[in-house]
Nanobody, 125 residues
Framework: QPQLVESGGGLVQPGGSLRLSCAAS????????IRWYRQAPGKEREGVAC????????NYVESVKGRFTVGRDYAKKAVYLEMKNLKPEDTAVYSC??????????????????WGQGTQVTVSS
C-alpha cells in the first residue's frame, strides 16, 4: 500500500523555523507533483505549496511567499517544506499529497492520488 509520511512538525516561537519532510513508502516520488496543504482549527484546508515532478515549477500561496521553500531531497527520496519567520497564523496540521503527472507547471491545489496523515505545526510564544 503506497503511503506518504510527514515529519518535522512541532512547537516553535514566532519568527522561528521548521523543516517538514514528506517521504513515500511503496513507490517513488520521482514522477509526481507534490503538494503541501494545511488546515487550521475551524478553517478549510488550503494549498500551501507545490513542486513539479522535475522541480522546475514551484508555487506558493501568497501568505507564505518569501518565507517557505519547497524542494526535493533526492538523497533522502523526499520532498521538504522549509518554513522560516513563522507566524502564529501558520499554526495548522500540514499534510503532503502526491499526484502522478508530468507537468511543467504545478498548481498548489488539485486532484491527488495519495495523502499523508499530517504533522502538527504550532507557532506560539
Amino acid at each position: 500500500q503506497p503511503q506518504l509520511v510527514e515529519s518535522g512538525g512541532g512547537l516553535v516561537q514566532p519568527g522561528g523555523s521548521l523543516r517538514l519532510s514528506c517521504a513515500a513508502s511503496g513507490y517513488s516520488l520521482d514522477y509526481y507533483t507534490i503538494r503541501w496543504y494545511r488546515q487550521a482549527p475551524g478553517k478549510e484546508r488550503e494549498g500551501v505549496a507545490c513542486i513539479s515532478w522535475d522541480g522546475g515549477s514551484r508555487n506558493y500561496v501568497e501568505s507564505v511567499k518569501g518565507r517557505f521553500t519547497v524542494g526535493r531531497d533526492y538523497a533522502k527520496k523526499a520532498v521538504y517544506l522549509e518554513m522560516k519567520n513563522l507566524k502564529p497564523e501558520d499554526t495548522a496540521v500540514y499534510s503532503c499529497s502526491s499526484k502522478s503527472e508530468l507537468v511543467n507547471f504545478c498548481e498548489i491545489s488539485g486532484p491527488n492520488d495519495y495523502w499523508g496523515q499530517g504533522t502538527q505545526v504550532t507557532v506560539s510564544s
